[in-house]
């Protein structure tokens, strides 16, 4: 069973501080994703990544693919208080299905 | 557009009786998705839907869970009969046909099995 493996846990922050979230595998996906999830709420996907190295930005958000594709990493410049949540990966199985397999998650708290 | 969308939101139920979530995907979605998560644990899929077929359902955890989707529109997924150990949040998630990359997720179902 593929695993997929966030670090840090839980990381707590003062406002404007940079961050980055750690999604790594020991197995190849051929797309994965970022989620933020709030208490009560599902998954709001942030951003999806398909290509071995791939960068993408959403404002302060920066994700990156690695270039084996086990891998991707999320980093965020200069945290705000509204940046607090769950942040989860999940990959998507090189098997030419839609099933995701999600990581552990990592619990972000942004102190003003 | 309207996301998707769950009901119930929450449900508490006794061991042994029996529960019907249901997820209206976004329309026009001709994928739809379920997942759960229980304590302390990643969310783990469940089964795939296309239309009213279903594609995967590798993550069904036994024959006490029964999915659906009947005209290939709403799911619902049954629990019959329910055990201590199904208690978590059930998601439901869609993604457009071809497109199965991007999975929009619903609000989640928090079901209490006592």
């Known amino acids: 069973t593929q695993l997929l493996e966030q670090s840090p846990q839980f990381l707590s922050i003062q406002e404007g501080e940079n961050l980055t979230v750690y999604c790594n595998s020991s197995s190849v996906f051929s797309s994965l994703q970022w989620y933020r999830q709030e208490p009560g709420e599902g998954p709001v996907l942030l951003v999806t990544?398909?290509?071995?190295?791939e960068v993408k930005k959403l404002k302060r958000l920066t994700f990156q693919f690695g270039d084996a594709r086990k891998d991707s990493s999320l980093h965020i410049t200069a945290a705000q208080p509204g940046d607090t949540g769950l942040y989860l990966c999940a990959g998507n199985e090189a098997s030419g299905t839609y099933k995701y397999i999600f990581g552990t998650g990592t619990r972000l708290k942004v102190l003003a | 557009e309207a996301g998707v969308t769950q009901f119930p939101s929450h449900s508490v139920i006794e061991k042994g009786q029996t529960v019907t979530l249901r997820c209206d995907p976004i329309s026009g979605h001709d994928n739809l998705y379920w997942y759960r998560r229980v304590m302390g644990k990643e969310i783990k899929f469940l089964l795939h839907?296309?239309?009213?077929?279903?594609?995967?359902e590798s993550g069904m955890p036994n024959n006490r869970f029964l999915a659906e989707r009947t005209g290939g529109t709403y799911s619902t997924l049954k629990v019959q009969p329910a055990e201590l150990e199904d208690s978590g949040v059930y998601f439901c998630?869609?993604?457009?046909?071809?497109?199965?990359?991007?999975?929009?997720f619903g609000p989640g179902t928090r079901l209490t099995v006592t």
């Open positions: 990544v398909v290509t071995g190295g």
């Open positions: 839907f296309v239309k009213e077929s279903k594609q995967d």
């Open positions: 998630a869609s993604s457009q046909e071809l497109a199965g990359v991007e999975q929009y």
